[in-house]
Every structure is written in C-alpha cells, then in structure tokens.
C-alpha cells in the first residue's frame, strides 16, 4: 500500500482498568499511538430491536505495524475524526510484519 493512502491520522487507545474509592471497576483509556492509516468502510446494517433503530459499521483501519502497537487487542480502540471504533481483530497482512489490519465496528 502506497503511504499516499494513509491519509487519516488515528489514535489507538487501549482499556485501562482501576477500582474507584467504593472498589467498583472503573474504565478508563490510555494512548498507545498515532499512527497514519487508513480509514475505509467495509460494511453497515440497520437493525430494529426493542423498538429503537440501532446501526453498526464494520471498518478496516490499516497501518504500518510498530512496537507501540504489539499490545493491539480486541477489547481495545482506535478514534479518527470524532468517530470512536472498537477493535474486533488484529490481522498481519503479510508474514514479515509490516503492516497491520485492524476490522472494527463502530456504533451509530
């Protein structure tokens, strides 16, 4: 991939657990990176349920693989232009590492 496509400048953010003062879980995110990437849709539904219309889109975010983003995990994100993105899989495009794919889904 040509570095002309990765024109979106996104942030990786990983989960960050701690225990409030009452000793519940409290979640909170902490950078790993900002990577140039790119940013395409893959897919979008609609769906009804319990009378509230609900949308996902499914988008790949693409991106050069780096030591800050070994740790990348489903349960993780990335936020690129306001939208916020949780990670569902981090895929290796090719056998030398350089570049990582990650699918993610975004709630509307």
């Known amino acids: 991939m040509g570095i002309g496509e990765r024109r979106h400048r996104v942030v990786f953010e990983a989960a960050v657990t701690a225990q409030d003062a009452f000793g519940e879980p409290d979640k909170s995110w902490s950078t790993l990176c900002t990577s140039w990437a790119l940013v395409q849709p893959v ?5 009804l349920l319990a009378n509230e219309m609900l949308s996902d889109v499914t988008t790949r975010i693409v ?3 780096r030591t800050a983003l070994a740790s ?6 990335a936020t690129w232009d306001g939208h916020t993105y949780d990670i569902k899989s981090v895929i ?3 056998h030398r590492r350089h570049e990582l794919e990650i ?5 509307l």
Do not use: I, Q, Y
Not at 72 to 77: E, K, M, P
């Open 103 to 107: 699918l993610c889904e975004e709630h």
């Open 43 to 47: 897919k979008g539904r609609e769906r």
């Open 63 to 65: 991106t050069r693989a």
């Open 92 to 94: 290796h495009r090719d």
């Open 72 to 77: 990348l995990s489903t349960g993780d994100r």
